[in-house]
């Protein structure tokens, strides 16, 4: 005889939902007694919410799977949101478990009270409080169904400590797998009769057009079309390196998108939104394809994206073209006095076989895809919801993921600084996780969304707004307190003999690159 | 001529909000260029948002007053929510701006985009999208009027960034003060009837009864009564100290509570609610006051709760009654290998005139109240809503609204990781605040709670999910990575003389305690 808790926990890890990212607190203690009789669910602790929602964003884009949270009430949720929102951008799944209050209790208003639902919405496709210990594996099935039905979702469930506590439950059966639903053969008609009809055409790529088959095929009928290929800006995961098709990364900034895109007169979008200007800027617009070009969706997020491009290989007959694939190139190995540019130089010189870059370096990494575009295959994961303070979570759960793969955090100051408390969980899993911090003591995309808006002249208020010396930040410092190996460098040979040394040892490393502020 | 976000901070500052918290981002950009030209707004950077929210809480119960929030989007809000959260169980006003897309461009949703309005209900008794520059300042002073209306609420101003940018706004005038509604005469005459009757009643003090004229009403009632005088367990803010009406603070385990009220035949609520278990627990009752005892409401929290314990004195003759005074006495120092009792010892023995104490200790503080009933003079601030991460954030506020008063921040280890970034806003504002952490590598309270459900012997798995060791986390490298001057110390002697160094000398200093795990 089982209680809810120990259901749940079975129901999650039949359902191959076998890793969750914890901070539990009081009203999930029932879950926490319940782990050791499922020995198959590994519970990893965060010392902050935000690390335990990232890590399970960053776990699902590599083991394309959704990975469980374990947060308390609706504080706790709060606190993993921002992250969660990434996800959600990531098109990712994500199942929460989320404790709440017992049933009978919550009439009372005590202080962690609040309306979990409420804010579980802002991020989840799929929101419940389930409400009877005998349907709480039911709902844990329903909610793997939500997370993982496609594309990829965030999904919500509150479980009431009494729930929790009570017996009489049993494990619930997993979901059928999700299905993508196929695109039309209008649709791929339609779209290779205007790649036929002109040469001016671009495909936007997102999500699962990103990994290597989507890719080949992407470049198959670049082959044949002379079509250009474009990667979303905010991409989940995107496979690349020699032996790959290469594939252009729409810009930050919108001029540069509309450069990318000029001359376009058709554009394909593959599991892809049409692009926008991330903000607005006054008396610009913020739509980014000019209206001499016309955007046809070959294939929405959730439909079958890969085999959307398979069959317009085939509408092109371009199955049997040979695929351009990017050539092999290391970057020289940078000297002297350090600098963005030859921080991302020295990743590229350095960079191992099947690495994991987890990306949100920010303004610091302009020079990064060019620096790594030749370098031996990986996987590149970027900051898909505009919410820093992703990237070190997502490279602790892109590690569990890929226990035998190199990860390479690449993170600027100002957004590691948000969820610093990650490199506690990268010691303690002892995960093979090099960390290496920008650290230009400035938020730097601030400083050039400032002067975008026309201040030529900060005054003095607003630009301490957009610093962070006095004091500066040394992470050093904040590396070796929460148990990591960490190390300053200001030199580009100090930095690649840094770099070379945490990859050649497993575990996790922190080296401080300090930088010219922008 | 002005635009939205100088109209905004004009007519903030005319209303006296004149200090805000920040943790700014691009729609918020206009708002910062906007501090140059109101010099009397005072802007405070944070790392991250729950720092930001936390000293806004902070800020408010030291200065009787609500500061501004600047946060971004959805996710800025979503980060700062938990200790919003603790803010509204605190019923301090709250005026968060919160900055979002422009009206225009939410139509893309691109990646920030968030129904931030739904978050922010969460926590906010008062939510509005402002939609047009000229309406902007009117929408601020409704804000301030939500928040600031009796007793002090969460109020969320959603400001989308072409209103802020857009010119045509004129500041507004503040709002008039909020008035908190009289308590009937047939209450108080009903109250004072049940308190002749028997000698067997208590009062259970919360909100502004608990600063020192509410506490000397109460103590007369209480020498002519007999009544007891209690403390709500979630303070936000009690003034203590030798001459002042000593009151008990309700505990936070319910079989304790249960014993403090035992006997009583009425029990008095003035400002407070009735006490209930903070969670429920398996086969117990959630309700702690006995069946046997009548709660009457002299006071619920939003109305005149000093106004109905001075009728109360009125009604019960009690005008001329010479209150019990707490009589001074300062523990002496402790001696030997520290433990959490003497570190609370050490703190009562080093504690100075005027000083507020941010406590956030959880367990390891169960002797402060003993150790420091007798110190000069202090205001107590306490963990109001249950999630955890509020200390270091209202110890900033605290600081920042009484620049001339010692502030001492007594943090648990687990606790004082959430919003570890506060540091860095003590070291650039240079503020006066000791933070004592009292590390014992673990979540106590949870250990606690594991025992009381039952299990004897949590088994390895879930023992890991309490225990913060592993790497043990070292607050002296963290408290200098932020810029703070920091010291261990693992002798009651050494934590004496580091607490009398700190205080002696004005700025942050961090003292990591070193105590043995419960």
Redesign the interface.
Known sequence: MNNGAQALIQTLVGAGVDTCF?N????E??V??A???V?KMR?I?T??E?VATGAADGYARMADAPAATLLHL???L??G??NL??AR?ARVPVVNIIGD??T??TR?????Q??IE??A???SAWVRTSRRTEELARDAVEAIAAATGPPGQVATLIVP??VS?QDGAEPAAPPPPGVSPAVSSETIEAVAKAMQRSRRTGILLGGRALREPGLRAAARIAAVTGTKLFAE??VARLERGAGLPAVERLAYWPELVSKQLDGLEHLILAGA?AP?????Y?GKD??LVSTGCEVHELSPPASDVLGSLEDLVEALDAANAEPILQTAFVPSRPEGPLTAEKVCKAVGATLPEGAIISDEAITSALALPSSTAGCPRHDWLTL????I?QGLPVAVGAAIACPDRPVIALEAD?SA??T??SL?TM??EQLDVTVVIFNNRSYA??NA??AR?G?QE?????R???E?G?????????G????ISSRRVDSAEHLTGALEQAIADPGPHLIEAVIPAV
Chains 1, 2 share one sequence.
């Open positions: 914890t539990p607190g009081t009203s203690i029932h926490v007694a782990l050791d009789s020995p519970a602790l010392l902050f935000g609706g504080p706790g709060g606190n949101l921002a929102h990434n951008r209050h017992a009978y209790h009372y208003d005590t202080p962690l609040s309306d409420t804010v919405r802002n991020v400590a009494d506590w800006r905010n939104a926008h200007s991330s903000f607005a006054e913020s739509a898909t919801g505009g919410a303070g100002g600084l948000y610093i408390q506690w010691a303690r995309i601030l969304e400032f808006i201040v900060a005054g003095p208020r607003a301490a707004q957009l962070l006095n004091p500066d930040v040394d992470f050093v410092e904040l070796t307190g929460l148990g």
